[in-house]
């Protein structure tokens, strides 16, 4: 690599201080503005979200213009703004699928490794009656786009099973590896303060949210959510 690409790659990890929690995932941005990133700051934020998976920035003022402009340039990343007066106090909590497929056994990961599974939803019709509707089918094990890690993908626990296993199998196999995914060691939790800006990587994480003490998910039932792997 050139003394150029050296003080280049310098200078932009030098833009922005980021703390890692210590857990298996997440990490804090310090003492930024994102309303005033460039794009080097935004680049060198990007590549801390690609290692450390989920990011808080604390002390934001961001009006609904920038969460837009924010939410598109995030791309696969999801993000979550602690404005004053809502969701204060409420806890989001992570999961890293990365940790999750390390600490697979041999044989576990020799089982999963070939596997597809599927997601169902349910939709209700004016007259009442319910559809259930087959998602697409993806690998329970997939390579993250951008840092090629392999890692668990599990989308979400409820109306998923694995294709090719008898139900009461798929159940088990899946409850398995989200109770190993749970573990205390591969999760970072985090209680939302006022200008609180909370960014993961929907990719290689799964997240709930509990709101006031009362568990459920930002958008789905209280269970862990995942975004399935393209």
């Not at 703390?19 to 995932?25: D, F, M, Q, R, Y």
């Not at 961001?62 to 602690?82: C, N, V, W």
């Not at 600490?103 to 020799?110: G, I, N, Q, V, Y």
């Not at 798929?170 to 970072?188: G, K, V, Y």
């Amino acid at each position: 690599m050139s003394l150029r690409s050296n003080v280049a790659r310098h200078a932009e990890s030098s833009l922005i201080q980021v703390i890692p929690t210590g857990k298996a995932l997440g990490a804090e941005v310090c003492n930024v503005d994102l309303r005033s990133f460039d794009d080097w700051a935004f680049a060198s934020f990007m590549r801390a979200l690609l290692k450390h998976q989920v990011l808080l920035v604390r002390n934001q003022r961001l009006g609904d213009r920038d969460i837009a402009a924010f939410s598109r340039r995030f791309g696969h990343a999801d993000l979550m703004y602690t404005s004053h007066g809502t969701m204060l106090g409420d806890r989001l909590a992570f999961c890293s699928l990365y940790a999750a497929y390390d600490a697979l056994s041999p044989a576990l990961r020799s089982r999963v490794a070939h596997l597809k599974i599927r997601h169902t939803t349910t939709e209700t019709s004016d007259d009442g009656r319910r559809t259930t509707i087959a998602g697409p089918v993806h690998p329970l094990v997939g390579n993250h786009a951008d840092t090629g890690r392999p890692m668990l993908a599990l989308g979400q626990r409820r109306h998923s099973y694995v294709v090719g296993l008898e139900h009461d199998e798929s159940d088990a196999l899946l409850d398995d590896l989200w109770q190993l995914a749970e573990r205390p060691e591969f999760t970072w939790a985090h209680t939302c303060r006022g200008g609180d800006l909370v960014v993961w990587d929907t990719r290689c994480t799964s997240h709930r949210q509990e709101a006031l003490g009362i568990p459920r998910l930002a958008h789905s039932p209280p269970l862990w959510n995942a975004i399935p792997t393209a």
